[in-house]
């Protein structure tokens, strides 16, 4: 089954500067790869999301790119702000209704003021 | 808004309890999710169904049950407690294979 392995485990940033946070994925049927942003205490919530018809993909100062051919992605965070603050997971799914999505172990941002 | 909403926020149950964690989506989808969550290990998944009274494991199903008699309720069932399950549980939904999936707010489960 598909496999998602998620680096760097924690990041700290300085506010402003920007955040990368990068995943592996191993299937190459896969062709779903969300991002989901957990605040603490919180629930997962969609914060981008990338299609494999498509190489990258920009929401303000969020992007992800994605390499099909080296079968990664990444988040790319700029300017970041403590509210950027959180834990981060990727994910890949394939594009069956009935597939699952598999999250990488997360990445605990720290945006320092 | 899609909501999707679990029963209890925090349980405490004794080793050797059955268990059962309720799940709600209001948004007629056809995917729902059980996923544990545990530092460092991310969000693995327990089980999951596609439609009603179907079903499929997840890679750590052991210990686990589940039962889905109506489309928006999913239910997962815990035996018989025991310590190394304690744990926050998260439900999700979802339409399809590349459609957001939709989170509960969790449940985050002590067995003493």
């Known amino acids: 089954g598909e496999n998602v392995e998620q680096h760097p485990s924690t990041l700290s940033v300085q506010e402003g500067d920007s955040a990368v946070i990068k995943c592996t994925y191993s299937?190459?049927?896969?062709?779903?790869f969300p991002w989901y942003k957990q605040e603490l205490g919180k629930r997962p919530q969609l914060i981008i999301d990338?299609?494999?018809?498509?190489g990258e993909k920009k929401d303000q100062r969020i992007a992800v790119t994605l390499n099909k051919t080296a079968k990664h992605f990444s988040l790319h965070i700029t300017e970041t702000q403590p509210e950027d603050s959180a834990v981060y997971f990727c994910?890949?799914?394939?594009?069956?209704?009935?597939?699952?999505?598999?999250f990488g172990k997360g990445t605990r941002l720290s945006v320092i003021a | 808004d899609v909501k999707v909403t679990q029963s209890s926020r925090y349980l405490v149950k004794r080793t050797g309890e059955k268990v059962f964690l309720e799940c709600v989506q209001d948004?007629?989808?056809?995917?729902m999710f059980w996923y544990r969550q545990d530092p460092g290990l991310g969000l693995r998944l327990i089980y999951f169904?596609?439609?009603?009274?179907?079903?499929e494991k997840g890679d750590i199903p052991e210990g686990y049950s589940v039962s889905r008699e109506k489309k928006e309720r999913f239910s997962l069932i815990l035996e018989s407690a025991s310590t190394n399950q304690t744990s926050m549980y998260l439900c999700?939904?979802?339409?399809?294979?590349?459609?957001?999936?939709?989170f509960g707010q969790g449940t985050r489960l002590t067995v003493v």
């Open positions: 169904s596609y439609d009603v009274k179907m079903k």
């Open positions: 999700a939904s979802r339409t399809g294979g590349r459609a957001e999936a939709f």
């Open positions: 994910a890949a799914s394939k594009g069956r209704g009935n597939t699952p999505l598999v």
């Open positions: 990338i299609r494999s018809n498509v």
């Open positions: 299937d190459s049927a896969s062709n779903y």
């Open positions: 948004m007629d989808h056809e995917n």
